[in-house]
């Protein structure tokens, strides 16, 4: 049962398919609507194995598109195919993919060439990066970077993030252009 809201209960279900170019159906999973994409396509995939062998390559739509599938196909040394996805940014303020990250010394760095440092990995696998509130207080992108009373700019980075930022450079390519 799925809690539609706090008055209705309704039974709810996901259904999960893989299908060849030709649209062929070659794995398939029902479940209920409470089990994680996550479950299910590692589910699937192992069913598609199983079946007809190793892809070459995975389309997959937006909703598969998170860290967790990502390491698990390249990890399968599979190509991954993924659409675009707008940035999660509230209009008006400047994108995570505007500030560098560097890989060497495990930080971001801003467009006014400060610092986010390191602070903590939260359950999720989410590793926090902060701004020295001092140097934001007075900076002339402040508007456009936080709204936070504390100055302090906040950047969260998956641990697998680097499987998003392959998929993403992969899918300029001609092959998964073409796969997608």
């Known amino acids: 049962m799925l ?4 008055k209705e209960k309704c039974f709810a279900y996901s259904f999960h398919t893989a299908c060849d170019k030709n649209g ?4 398939v999973k029902v479940e209920a609507a409470n089990v994680h994409d996550s479950v299910m396509f590692q589910e699937v995939l192992e069913e598609v194995e199983n079946r007809v062998g190793k892809p070459k390559a995975i389309a997959v739509d937006a909703g598969y598109k998170n860290p967790y599938i990502l390491k698990t196909i390249f990890d ?3 190509i991954p195919a993924v659409p675009y996805t707008r ?13 560098v990250y560097d890989e ?3 930080c971001y760095i801003c467009p006014q060439n400060e610092i986010l440092t390191y602070v903590t990995t939260n359950r999720e696998g989410y590793r926090e990066y902060k701004s020295n509130p001092e140097k934001c207080k007075n900076c002339p992108l402040r508007e456009k970077c936080t709204q936070s009373k504390d100055y302090t700019k906040r950047i969260f980075r998956h641990i697998w993030e680097g499987y998003v930022e392959e998929a993403e ?9 073409e796969v997608y």
């Open 169 to 177: 450079h992969l899918r300029h390519t001609p092959y998964c252009k």
């Open 24 to 27: 062929f159906v070659l794995g």
């Open 76 to 78: 399968r040394e599979i």
């Open 104 to 106: 060497y010394y495990d």
């Open 87 to 99: 940035p999660k940014t509230k209009d008006g303020f400047m994108k995570k993919h505007e500030f």
């Open 3 to 6: 809690n539609k809201n706090e």
